[in-house]
């Protein structure tokens, strides 16, 4: 008994090593995605990122399985499957236990952030704003500052889809307030920056004036020659817009000009024409306004043309993610209706067998009561010919053996009735069964037939 408990101890043991191995390979590799997340490497090893979502679905805590969950987000986000990132990531955050003193809350902030960034994708200002403000809120309890109020001042772009630049001016500057507070002078203007279009909108154009002056100067994206850096060559056209809303039109016109020359995005081709023809409806020069119109609506065709392309893809993502998912439910339903129909047919298995094993049982204990009077019977008519022939000369009183004899003849007949009914009725089904009832068949014949390897099976 010692020997079998020691053994199962260092079985024990060694499952316990093992799975602890596992463990400390999935934290590592776990890490691995995180740092290439952080390093933006672009991650498309879905099957590894799936691995790890069901092992610490299993065996991790609840900040694992959210970290799990997010980064198999961010690797279908890189893949371009949208719909399978936002779903990730909204699992990922049910998976945060939010009441515990070690919750990951700067890693919750990131998952609220990044499901908040395909809401503005799929243009879901609402739902991206619910997202940000969750995001905001768990970065202030991770003591994140900077992400916290970037995550406010992304709220501007869900209102600017809403087309209200009131609240995109109102947000932009408290968060640039908040930028400044923190030492953050760079990030303070360029987030005003972004609030130049919203104001030249609502018409103030002071406001507009001071916002430009604070971007040009202390965002560090400007060169000594007042050229921005590349990738933000759109900046241009709002300063356009600006000299257009102060009547320099001869400025206006150079903005536009240098945004046509040294844009390279088809919005960007877009926007200078639209500057341009503006331009010279100002100067009311009719050739000139009717060839960046035709020009314009030339490249707005193609924007369109792309857009519809885009959303095109979009849509068939979205549409092979929801089939897939419906074809893994409905594989899912069917697992449980089969492993539903299994559990029934054992259970009715399990019903016959029991049935047939007291049935069994009661036929084996009538068989040896029988055999036990039957031995009994014999043994009497056995002594109660010996005393008959004992001595015939004084022959003896049998009249108590005779009655016992005929009392035990009478227990012997009641129960060989009932055995007899019940191995006559198990005789009668046999011959009725259809494979009994098929090899009758296959032996009328002439010649007769052997029978296939299927019916011995049935027979047995």
Not at 127 to 135: D, G, H, R, T, V
Not at 153 to 160: E, I, L, P
Not at 177 to 192: C, D, F, K, N, P
Request: hydrophobic share 35%.
């Amino acid at each position: 008994m010692k020997n079998a408990l020691h053994l199962l101890l260092l079985l024990l043991l060694a499952v316990l090593a093992s799975c602890s191995g596992d463990g400390s390979q999935m934290r590592a590799q776990l890490e691995e995605l995180e740092r290439q997340n952080r390093a933006d490497s672009v991650m498309t090893n879905d099957s590894l990122a799936e691995q790890l979502v069901k092992y610490f679905d299993r065996h991790g805590t609840p900040n694992e399985r959210m970290r799990a969950h997010y980064i198999l987000g961010r690797t279908y986000a890189d893949m371009g499957e949208a719909p399978a990132a936002l779903e990730a990531y909204l699992e990922a955050a049910d998976c945060a236990d939010t009441t515990a003193q070690d919750c990951d809350y700067a890693a919750l902030s990131r998952v609220y952030a990044q499901s908040s960034r395909i809401y503005y994708d799929l243009i879901q200002p609402r739902s991206q704003i619910k997202e940000l403000e969750m995001a905001s809120y768990y970065a202030w309890k991770a003591k994140d500052t900077l992400i916290a109020i970037e995550s406010y001042a992304q709220k501007a772009n869900a209102y600017s889809l809403m087309h209200r630049p009131d609240s995109v001016v109102s947000i932009r500057e408290n968060a640039s307030h908040l930028y400044e507070s923190a030492g953050q002078y760079r990030r303070a203007a360029r987030t005003i920056g972004a609030s130049i279009t919203s104001a030249l909108d609502l018409g103030d154009i002071s406001r507009a004036r001071h916002f430009i002056d604070k971007y040009e100067c202390a965002s560090g994206l400007f060169d000594s020659l007042g050229t921005i850096v590349k990738g933000r060559e759109m900046y241009y056209y709002i300063k356009g817009r600006y000299h257009l809303a102060t009547f320099k039109v001869d400025s206006a016109e150079y903005q536009f000009r240098r945004l046509q020359k040294e844009g390279y995005t088809l919005n960007h081709q877009i926007a200078a024409c639209k500057g341009l023809q503006e331009v010279y409806e100002k100067l009311k020069k009719p050739d000139s306004i009717a060839k960046y119109a035709n020009l314009g609506y030339q490249l707005n065709d193609s924007a369109y043309s792309l857009s519809e392309m885009q959303n095109i893809q979009r849509l068939k993502a979205s549409y092979n993610y929801n089939r897939n998912k419906l074809l893994a439910e409905q594989k899912t339903s069917e697992a449980g209706q089969l492993h539903t129909q299994l559990l029934f047919v054992i259970v009715i298995a399990s019903i016959i067998v029991m049935s047939f094993l007291l049935y069994s049982k009661r036929l084996q204990k009538k068989m040896l009561i029988y055999q036990r009077d039957l031995e009994k019977l014999g043994r009497a008519q056995t002594e109660l010919m010996q005393a008959s022939s004992a001595d015939e000369e004084k022959p003896q009183d049998t009249s108590g053996q005779q009655e016992e004899i005929t009392k035990l003849q009478e227990i012997v007949s009641a129960h060989r009735s009932p055995l007899n009914e019940e191995h006559a009725l198990i005789n009668q089904n046999i011959k009725k069964s259809s494979v009994v009832m098929r090899l009758q068949d296959l032996l009328d014949e002439n010649p007769p037939k052997v029978a296939s390897r299927a019916d011995m099976r049935e027979l047995q």
